[in-house]
């Protein structure tokens, strides 16, 4: 049961442009959300987040969409840098209870010059 | 900030040769601890999680076991391994108030 979906394992796109990454999940519960970026041979490292009592949240050239209605987030990045190019995680988890963190099965952006 | 300490980086065992895989935090206390396998080109897959001393809870029947014998220590460990246990496996720490991070990660190659 995936609970966390990333339905394209790859996004490629030209240095400038904005880049967005989706993610759709299933469990209405979560309660937080994160994204992640990983090189290869690295651990993923925390990019940004959101509350489910948020319906956007901004970092820089990073920003999180929530559609809780949709069950669906999705990351921007504007504008899109060659250094982008790695592969995005989403992650949800429900704070009270269990809290395992799920992750989707990643994007692979590549931000083509 | 939390800072997770994990290794050895890479890891070459044979086959049938038991594992040890160690996870330490610093910058936090009682933090949930996790441990993720990523197979060559697929996604994270949770392994294991622990929210407190001794409390492990498991995701996956497989060759592995966890423990934590310590608030801010998380071990993976295997008693054989097979070629299928081959990944790489990142440690995660985390919570509400400290976010969650990850380690470096170690390379297993089972050959």
């Known amino acids: 049961d995936q609970q966390v979906k990333q339905n394209s394992p790859s996004l490629s796109v030209q240095e400038g442009r904005i880049s967005i990454l989706n993610c759709d999940y299933t469990n209405s519960m979560f309660d937080y959300f994160l994204w992640y970026k990983k090189y290869p041979a690295e651990g993923p490292t925390f990019l940004i987040s959101i509350s489910s009592i948020k319906d956007k949240n901004e970092d820089g050239r990073f920003t999180v969409f929530l559609n809780k209605s949709a069950k669906h987030l999705s990351l921007h990045i504007v504008p899109s840098q060659p250094g982008d190019s790695a592969v995005y995680f989403c992650a949800a988890i429900k704070i009270q209870g269990a809290q395992k963190l799920v992750f989707g099965q990643g994007t692979r952006l590549t931000i083509n010059p | 900030s939390q800072t997770i300490h994990q290794w050895p980086a890479t890891l070459v065992q044979p086959v049938g040769s038991p594992l040890s895989l160690e996870c330490t935090v610093e910058?936090?206390?009682?933090?949930?601890l996790y441990w993720y396998r990523q197979a060559a080109g697929r996604g994270l897959q949770l392994l294991f999680y622990?929210?407190?001393?001794?409390?492990i809870s498991s995701e996956v029947p497989q060759n592995l076991s966890a423990s934590r014998p310590q608030d801010r220590q998380f071990i993976l460990s295997s008693k054989k391994l097979l070629l299928s246990d081959s990944g790489f496996y990142l440690c995660l720490s985390g919570g509400k108030i400290y976010g969650y991070t990850f380690g470096s990660g170690t390379r297993l190659t089972v050959v």
């Open positions: 910058g936090t206390s009682n933090p949930n």
């Open positions: 622990s929210v407190g001393i001794g409390q």
